[in-house]
């Protein structure tokens, strides 16, 4: 019996690695991204946990990071995605609606159901 498979971005420090651990003590193999180099000690750290392990170097920010990030999931049925951002944002909402980040991942479409938490 294969494993769930979980996606979690912003999971080289904080909220997104501590969620990724919590993702690995309960069995999950994970697909980590960020866009520091650190992802890949919190890689190893699941690892230690037992989880197969794919970690993603890049810029969910842009085209190009999202490719790598699906290219990365190889049509694995993904069970869950866990998208910390770790992007605080200030202004005002009405700021932020009209100038604000816009976001690159907006659906997964062709996966199985995944359910999404998402933090800022």
Do not use: K, Y
């Not at 498979?5 to 990724?20: D, K, Y």
């Not at 970690?55 to 999931?73: F, H, I, K, M």
């Amino acid at each position: 019996m294969s494993r769930p498979f979980a996606i979690v971005t912003g999971a080289s420090s904080g909220i997104g690695l501590e969620l990724a651990t919590i993702c690995a003590q309960e069995g999950f193999d994970l697909l980590l991204a960020a866009d520091r180099s650190e992802i890949h000690g919190a890689a190893d750290r699941c690892r230690s946990l037992g989880a197969d392990v794919i970690a993603v170097e890049a810029d969910l920010a842009t085209t190009d990071g999202v490719d790598q990030l699906w290219r990365a999931a190889a049509g694995r049925s993904i069970s869950t995605i866990i998208l910390d951002n770790g992007v605080r944002i200030s202004g005002g909402l009405s700021r932020t609606v009209a100038h604000g980040p816009r976001p690159v991942i907006a659906s997964p479409d062709g996966f199985d159901r995944p359910r999404a938490i998402t933090s800022s």
